[in-house]
């Protein structure tokens, strides 16, 4: 990030993004802001002096009790002192010596947190401030949030009910995309008003120091635009020698380029209320007022901000809902998918372009599938699919992606003149399915040019932020490209793909090198990062490179902990494979949506019992807490863990267990084991200890002795040490380990 301008280097539009807005030394005239130590005032604004009828030499190095007389000062002085954070606390109501009432709005400064910043406002509005009082203000509102049922209800709610609770004449919802660009979504608004719903801002608009202040304080109010900034005297602080950070201040003065911004558009008051989402700017409500200033009282400001923070959690709710209803429609269209696949009485080709969910899944425009010999198209797509095909295979990726071809494969995007962007699934030995999407000139209106400064140059430097001076539209169109692939389709699409992969094989390509292809699809092609933990992982067939049912799997769950499985389905081939990709994968979405590994062997167990008759697998699957190092685990049928310990011992951790996966009854088990720092634990299956003529236990001492001591950090060698090299069973072995 570039540098801070100095306090005295002037403010222009090139380096509008480096204003320290957090220290603009000077306040809105509304109110006071006093700057104490030891119950001495140390700063204090100008505002005194027309506000309290006190000079400035008369309050600065004076005892608060002197500036606002004894009995306010103790009740400031008392609650500063009651234990935690004071700003949740404000306002605190007090009377001067004339027996005015004020709101008291007490902080702590960053940085500076020894010192306490007093700001005073003419207090208006109901009292006494409390939170009953803000939820009967609000409380109507809730309702009408709750009865939305979609993200475009919510924010038509949310415009007009914080109109309704500030009079203010025009309110918008803002909501930014992930570069920061603004949208206006919803707008209530006076009669008399133009329109602004559907406007683009560019994300200069807001700087990144300002979305820094917009996530830390959520309410920010300029009663009157045409404010003279009233400074902070003395300008630096004389106990930090430095300027006061006024991030958390109420009366905080702006930037005179947003105020020239608002100036611009007529705007005579102006306040904005954040979304956030995770911690993060998600969007603004912002008020603007068109016919004088316009200071709503801090109860109000205080049962909006209330709003705007149940608005925020509302909203991440919604896209919750709209996110697990668009996946459950795209659920059954895989679910319609994946029984094509299984119908034997079809070639796979045509069972899958007579689907219409082959299109619907994917928002597709057409798609083309090439298997086993035979190549179909859906849709909107190209007479010879060739060029496309190659491409495809070309990536020597699993799934590739591109919402330019023009861009990525000008080659392709010129046999294909109608097609914009492509997602393609590659099955093997050049069988592929390509969905396609046409060019969609993506038309946005924004509120001016975003790009063009020279514009505003021309128009003389009275108007130096035109054109949003008269807010004509102005239009941007991109070319080239389709709609974007999201997450959740190329997420979609990997699932198809293993299903599409089995059914191949199902349908005849039951050869080893098949079945080795399908189980490395269903391994995981990496392994996630965790900051203090290791991961090593390790997969090798039987002799004659016999491919069995052995699989591992590990993953980051939401809640940040780390889930590690290990696997081993009864059999070899493509039935054993078959079965261990289901269960890989049926095991992966317990696990995001349960995190539990009590949960998600329960559910992989009655799936298994309902949809896999007859098939039996052992399973350990554990969930370790990267902060404490605690690991819950169940095991099915499975052998136990060997836990690692600090000093470079090893020792088996035991329980009770329950029966496969398939046979299981009642609740697992679940075991617990700490993994200490330096520490860690072996998840393997029975092909790496098994030998023929050889006990079991002999087997598993060999592997406790090989990762006990020196060496053992190797795992290639450590395997190769203690597994049966003529063993017809595949082994796996997954190491995690504590920093």
């Not at 004076?62 to 002192?81: I, K, S, W």
């Not at 699993?398 to 914009?420: F, H, I, K």
């Not at 509120?447 to 001076?469: C, F, M, W, Y």
């Not at 016999?546 to 499985?565: K, N, T």
Request: contains cysteine.
């Amino acid at each position: 990030m570039e540098p801070t301008l100095a306090p005295d280097e002037p403010v222009d539009l090139d380096n509008c993004a480096r204003e320290p807005i957090h220290v603009p030394g000077s306040v809105q005239p509304r109110g006071v802001l006093l700057v104490v130590h030891d119950e001495v005032v140390l700063q204090a604004t100008a505002t005194v002096e027309a506000l309290l009828d006190r000079p400035l030499d008369a309050v600065l190095g004076r005892p608060l009790a002197d500036v606002l007389g004894e009995h306010a000062a103790a009740v400031v002085t008392a609650h500063a002192a009651a234990p935690g954070e004071v700003r949740e606390r404000n306002p605190v109501l007090v009377h001067l010596r004339d027996g005015r009432p004020w709101d008291a709005i007490l902080h702590r400064p960053p940085g500076a947190e020894h010192l306490l910043v007093v700001e005073l406002e003419p207090a208006e509005g109901a009292r006494p401030l409390s939170y009953t009082g803000t939820y009967h203000q609000v409380r109507t509102s809730l309702a009408e949030l709750n009865r939305a049922s979609s993200l475009p209800e919510l924010y038509e709610v949310a415009a007009a009910e914080v109109r309704r609770l500030t009079g203010f004449d025009r309110v918008m919802v803002y909501r930014f995309d992930p570069d920061h660009n603004g949208e206006v979504v919803a707008e209530a608004r006076r009669a008399d008003l133009n329109a602004f719903r559907g406007l683009h801002y560019p994300a200069t608009d807001i700087p990144a120091q300002a979305r820094a202040l917009y996530e830390r304080n959520w309410i920010r109010l300029i009663s009157d635009v045409g404010y003279t900034p009233s400074p902070l005297v003395p300008t630096l602080n004389p106990l930090t020698g430095a300027p006061l950070d006024l991030t958390h201040a109420a009366l905080r003065s702006v930037s005179p380029i947003h105020i020239e911004y608002l100036q611009n558009m007529g705007v005579t008051a102006s306040m904005s209320i954040s979304l956030l989402k995770g911690g993060t700017l998600w969007g603004l409500i912002a008020c603007h007022h068109y016919s004088g200033p316009h200071a709503p009282p801090y109860g109000v400001r205080a049962a909006a901000e209330f709003l705007g923070s149940v608005l925020s959690l509302r909203l991440v709710a919604q896209v919750e809902e709209d996110r697990l209803a668009a996946a459950r429609r795209a659920a059954r269209d895989l679910a319609e998918l994946v029984a094509a696949t299984r119908d034997e009485d079809l070639p796979l080709t045509e069972a899958l372009v007579c689907q219409p969910a082959l299109l619907s899944i994917m928002e597709a425009d057409g798609v083309v599938v090439r298997a086993q010999g035979r190549t179909g198209t859906a849709g909107d797509a190209p007479a010879d699919p060739a060029a496309l095909l190659r491409w495809a295979a070309g990536t020597g990726e699993e799934v590739v992606a591109t919402d330019s071809l023009l861009r990525d494969a000008p080659g392709v995007a010129a046999t294909v003149p109608d097609t914009a962007g492509a997602l393609a699934l590659n099955l093997a030995e050049g069988d592929a399915v390509v969905w396609l999407r046409r060019e969609v000139a993506r038309s946005v209106d924004w509120g001016g040019d975003p790009h063009n400064k020279a514009i505003a140059r021309r128009e003389g430097d009275s108007v130096r932020l035109s054109p949003r001076k008269s807010f004509d539209r102005w239009r941007e169109t991109v070319r080239g490209a389709s709609l974007p692939w999201s997450d959740d389709e190329l997420e979609i699409a990997a699932v198809l793909r293993s299903h599409a992969v089995e059914a191949l094989y199902l349908r005849g390509l039951a050869d080893s090198r098949a079945a080795e292809i399908l189980h490395r699809s269903s391994l995981p092609t990496s392994l996630p990062d965790a900051a203090g933990w290791s991961i090593e992982a390790r997969y090798s067939p039987g002799d004659g490179g016999r491919v069995g049912g052995d699989w591992y799997d590990a993953l980051c769950l939401p809640d940040g902990r780390l889930a590690v499985a290990v696997g081993d389905v009864a059999g070899h081939g493509m039935a054993a494979a078959s079965t261990m990709g289901q269960l890989r994968n049926a095991l992966r979405a317990l696990l995001v949506r349960e995190s539990s590994p009590g949960a998600a062997a329960s559910g992989l167990d009655a799936l298994a019992k309902r949809t896999m008759s007859g098939e039996m697998a052992t399973l350990l699957v554990a969930v370790v807490d990267t902060v404490t190092g605690r690991m819950e685990y169940v095991r099915a049928g499975h052998l136990p863990p060997l836990a690692l310990n600090a000093d470079g011992s090893a020792a088996w951790h035991t329980d009770l267990g329950t029966l496969p996966i398939g046979y299981g009854r009642g609740a697992p088990v679940t075991g617990v084991l700490d993994i200490p720092h330096g520490g860690g634990v072996v998840l393997f299956t029975d092909g790496l200890v098994e030998r023929r003529g050889t006990p079991l236990p002999e087997g598993l001492e060999r592997l406790r002795a090989a990762f006990s001591g020196p060496g053992s950090n190797d795992l290639d060698a450590l395997i190769a040490c203690v597994r049966d090299p003529r063993s017809d069973d595949d082994a796996t072995a997954v190491v995690v380990r504590r920093h």
